[in-house]
């Protein structure tokens, strides 16, 4: 009887993580087709003359449509979970993908990008949800697991863009469409294990929502991880969407040059979104969050005075550092308020997105009147906002 109890233990063990790593390949395909589009802003720049002003609008419709979203399906979800609603996400975005490879103005462009972006809100809350319940209490590990997939997917798409698209020209974005139904077929079996998981787990007590700090002190906490993850989020989008650009413009570069540099600072970006949650787990989530926004300083005043190969090394050892701070931020404010698991992965992945966009769509402006220089020199001085760490409290063991 031992044994078939330990045989059984295992299994279930296999079974969870099956399903985190389920879930972490749709981030990853999931992302692929979102960053086909801030990929492609010099194709798109080319082919319908836009300034950098509408390329920001296209990053702030995207971002801010992900943003508005995820909170409410987060308070939604956490109510009356929605499993199904998964791979539904995914067929937004393949709609949005079809639309962007056929779109012949900015208007018809500006809808593919809401599309993509409705699909990230769908998938984003829920996805982050499962990837909790499977995590069998190590949710740092989980967190980044299932991060890791997207940030793998954001650093893959510049290089889809980069040889199959940029050569074969904007229609070619079609046959992304195929990777939205692989990712279809996937959240349906995996929106099956969450409708059985709850079945099975149906008995037990709901999670206690007990606040552990007064609830003044979870509000400040709450807006300072949210201040924090706009700073590093606005950072991130001035190099994700006008890496390229600066590049190009600053070292001479050719397209392809200018997004494999792109994909250095991504790839890197997907590694330290991996080491941050398993070094949460061990060293607890507020110590990982001062580590990376306080750590990354120093290389983000050096990178507007670089040159092409420290340039080079700089983008890695920014994404490295500073990426590591997401799943903790999560982790850390999902203990901060329990029992809201949905909510919090709305707020925090969707206003990662939504504070993106803004940021996008400001430094575009800039971008246009003073040029990249001038936007990669300003945005040097966004990880000194890090220092609201130290408002950061220690949260009760016990919880």
Known sequence: MASISAGNSISAERTAFSVIVAVSVCHMLNDIMQSLLTSLYPLLKANYALDFMQIGLLTFTFQVTASLLQPAVGVVTDRSPMPFSLPAGMLSTCAGLLLLANAHSFPLLLVAASLIGLGSAIFHPESSRIARLASGGRHGLAQSLFQVGGNAGTAIGPLLAAFIVVPRGQGSLGWFSLIALAGFVILSFVSSWYTRHRRANSHRPAVSRTLPLPRGKVMMTLVVLILLTATKNIY??????????????????????????????????????????????????????????????????????????????????????????????????QELVPGRVGLIAGMFFGFAFGAGGIGAAVLGVFADSRGIDFVYSACSYLPLLGILTVFLPKIPRHR
Do not use: C, H
């Not at 969407?241 to 494999?260: P, R, V």
């Not at 941050?276 to 969050?289: E, K, W």
């Not at 990376?292 to 050096?302: N, Q, R």
């Open 236 to 333: 991130m989008s001035s190099v994700s969407s006008y890496f390229t650009f600066y590049t190009m413009e600053k070292f001479g570069l050719d397209l392809q040059s200018a997004q494999l540099l792109l994909f250095l600072f991504l790839g890197s970006s997907a590694a330290g979104v991996l080491l941050g949650g398993p070094f949460g787990d061990r060293y607890g989530a507020r110590f990982v969050i001062w580590f990376s926004i306080l750590g990354v300083i120093p290389f983000a005043l050096m990178l507007p005075y670089a040159n092409l190969f420290w340039t080079s090394v700089l983008v890695v050892i920014i994404g490295l550092v500073f990426s590591s701070a997401f799943s903790a931020i999560v982790v850390f404010a």
